[in-house]
């Protein structure tokens, strides 16, 4: 078809380059299609992953250790040279790559060369861990380094080689921030080592994203980047191969540069903070959509809602809170018939005459009414609802709920309905990332999603240890009653704390909770700050100031976002009254989450501790342990219960619970990817 292409182009007399440059581009979008891996189950998932353990077993951590081990062995070889001997050196290890001629020696060398480039440049020398963990990105592994071990550097040391020798590099994390630090903070390593780099941010225009793609190494958030990809599928419509070389070569000199994508195929992928982007997010679907001109259904949310407000739960339905769904009674459905002809003469809507689909409306409003909770769900900002993200606790200002879920929620809360929306093309993430043909990954919790790494990405998961020992303490857990005893004990420990000179990192599961907290600290007159979504414009300088000690020290109330991509330092006051102190004010529905912030304190061998606080009213044991947590409850005697132990067992069963849940649902969407691609290889 190549052939083909460019001789019918020969025949026109010009554009030849251009049609080989489109077409090259196009090729690398459909070659990624067709290298998208399937997943299996049964005793194909077990031959599968077992496979995969065979492909990887030359990898494995020792062998990464022991090649990390001998390129530390380089590193006087490349500190003595010249400024023009490492350019040289390179040079070289450029060309090897490039050409696919790099053995172990010659990977070793050019990881010792671009670590020198690294440490003459930024003054940041790699530890030898960090080597092991530069190695298993390279060879394609899903990297675990704990928190304040440097992945910032580990992955700017693997990504020359891996750019090398896939000539395009994509590098994801959680959030534009990150990305446009990341980006400007690596620059001038990634230009010594021959690539330039650029990050793909919100407020860019078509033209200059276009720009930054056609760079070796691109930053960039799976929102943004998963966006592009799919309005380039959009921009080329239906086109097959075939179909796009014949098209490509007809349009020679008529404009045929619009059917160019502006993502130039997928060839490789670094995911910073893999478990949340791979695992968390990686079912979210990513949707390209269209306001209709106008919303004929906002007065019908507007009634559902009020119907819904009319109901009795328990009467009338019941609410799954795990699943966020309601259920009507028999008791229930009469009414809403009675309650429906009552709109209906009242001219009401005539979407009320199909019971049904009444019934469903309703359904949907008592979800938004009982199930999305403002300042949990979602926060409300100038009038509208943004969606506030769970892992993260950032808002997604660009999302919306799916199936008139959105618009339940702004009727619920009396704002102004806003238009549904026309679904042009959507794809989760999952799905995307397993269309590139070379994929890895490093995150400071990976281990607790070994085996979705594995079975959904095909990806090893190799655990790097740690510079030096983690000397963090880990406080004895403490369990209360009720909710209101817990945040009364949190605001105590937190001023003995402070009173000891120690920066304290108050983590809280979302935005009212942290406001919360807040209140009851300047009932104290503890000075403090908040971080979240609310305040995310000032994240870095906050983050700056939390490891503050001494008469002054810092005291941070943070969601979730001050877990992922950030590093507080304490500073030397902090450091001798005993380090960063974390605080959980409630158990999340992961493990991996509660490890990651807790994370923050004792990194680097600094000193440090951790504390859980959690009640038996907590949404964790309330939704995933009802009947145990009632158990606890009645042979509570006291505020605080003096035997943890079984209380924490209950809280670890509702957290496996959880996380098998968020599995299920994970596996449900894997297998509707799968069945696309299967029956739609087209989409």
């Known amino acids: ?159 020359p080689l891996i750019a090398w020798h896939y000539k395009r590099l994509h590098v994801f994390t959680v959030n534009d921030y990150l990305a446009s630090r990341d980006a400007e903070s690596r620059r001038y390593i990634y230009r010594r080592c021959l690539l330039d780099v650029g990050a793909i941010t919100q407020e860019m225009q078509p033209a200059e994203r276009a720009l930054v793609y056609s760079r070796p190494i691109v930053y960039g958030t799976p929102k943004q980047i998963v966006a592009d990809w799919l309005r380039d599928q959009i921009k080329l419509g239906r086109a097959t191969t075939a179909w796009t070389a014949r098209h490509l070569t007809s349009q020679v000199g008529s404009g045929g540069e ?104 309703v359904r949907q409003a008592l979800v938004a009414r009982y199930c999305y909770i403002h300042g949990q769900q979602y926060q409300i900002v100038d009038g509208k609802v943004l969606i506030v993200d769970e892992y993260t606790g950032r808002f997604l200002p660009d999302r919306q709920w799916e199936h008139g879920l959105h618009q339940a929620v702004e009727a619920k809360e009396g704002l102004e309905v806003t238009a549904d929306r026309e679904t042009l093309a959507r794809l989760s993430f999952q799905r995307f990332f397993r269309s590139y043909p070379f994929l890895c990954g490093m995150t400071g919790t990976a281990a607790d999603a070994t085996s979705e790494m594995e079975s959904v990405y095909t990806r090893p998961v190799t655990i790097v240890p740690t510079n030096k020992p983690v000397v963090r303490a880990q406080w004895p857990a403490r369990v209360f009653r009720a909710v209101r005893d817990k945040w009364s004990a949190i605001a105590a420990s937190i001023e003995d704390v402070h009173r000891a000179g120690r920066p304290v990192l108050v983590g809280t599961r979302s935005i009212a909770a942290s406001e919360l907290l807040a209140r009851l600290l300047e009932l104290r007159g503890l000075p403090h700050q908040i971080l979240n979504a609310n305040f995310d414009k000032e994240e870095a300088d906050f983050i700056s100031k939390a490891g503050m000690g001494g008469p002054d020290a810092a005291i ?128």
């Open 1 to 159: 078809m190549v052939v083909e292409a460019e001789a019918d182009a020969a025949r026109q007399g010009e554009g030849v380059s251009q049609v080989v440059t489109q077409y090259s581009v196009l090729y690398d979008s459909f070659r990624s299609r067709r290298l998208r891996p399937p997943s299996y189950k049964g005793l194909d998932l077990v031959s599968s992953r077992a496979g995969m353990a065979v492909r990887h077993f030359r990898t494995r951590a020792a062998y990464l250790l022991s090649q990390a081990e001998q390129t530390d062995l380089l590193a006087s070889e490349f500190r003595n040279m010249s400024e023009g001997a490492l350019d040289d050196a390179i040079v070289n290890s450029r060309d090897l790559f490039a050409r696919n001629r790099q053995d172990e020696g010659g990977v070793r060398r050019a990881l010792a060369a671009v670590r020198e480039v690294a440490r003459r440049l930024t003054g940041e020398q790699a530890y030898v861990v960090q080597l092991m963990g530069a190695l298993g990105l390279y060879h394609g592994r899903i990297i675990e380094m704990l928190t304040g071990e440097g992945k910032t550097l580990t992955g700017s040391i693997a990504a």
């Open 258 to 361: 619009g059917l160019t994508p502006i993502v130039p195929g997928l060839r490789a992928a670094l995911v910073d903070e893999a478990d949340a982007v791979l695992i968390d997010e990686g079912v979210v679907p990513l949707i390209i959509a269209r306001s209709r001109r106008e919303d004929d259904m906002a007065k019908v949310y507007r009634e559902a809602a009020s119907l819904a407000g009319k109901l009795d739960e328990g009467a009338d339905f019941e609410i799954d809170h795990v699943r966020r769904r309601a259920d009507m009674t028999r008791h229930g459905e009469d009414r809403l018939v009675v309650l429906f002809d009552q709109l209906l003469s009242h001219a009401g809507e005539p979407i009320w005459r199909a019971t049904r689909r009444g019934e469903e409306l």
């Open 556 to 683: 941070t109330v943070a969601t979730n976002m001050a877990g992922r991509g950030t590093d507080i330092k304490p500073d030397a006051r902090a450091l001798e009254a005993g380090g960063l102190h974390v605080i959980l004010t409630e158990m999340h529905g992961a493990k991996r989450i509660d490890r990651q912030f807790i994370g923050r304190a004792g990194r680097q061998g600094d000193p440090g501790s951790a504390q859980i606080f959690v009640s038996l009213e907590d949404e964790l044991v309330q939704r995933h342990a009802p009947v145990l947590t009632r158990l606890l409850r009645e042979r509570a005697r006291d505020a605080e219960l003096a035997q943890t132990r079984m209380a924490m067992r209950v809280f670890r069963l509702a957290q496996r619970r959880s996380e098998a849940r968020d599995r299920r649902n994970r596996a449900g969407v894997l297998r509707q990817d799968d069945w696309i691609d299967k029956h739609l290889p087209g989409s």
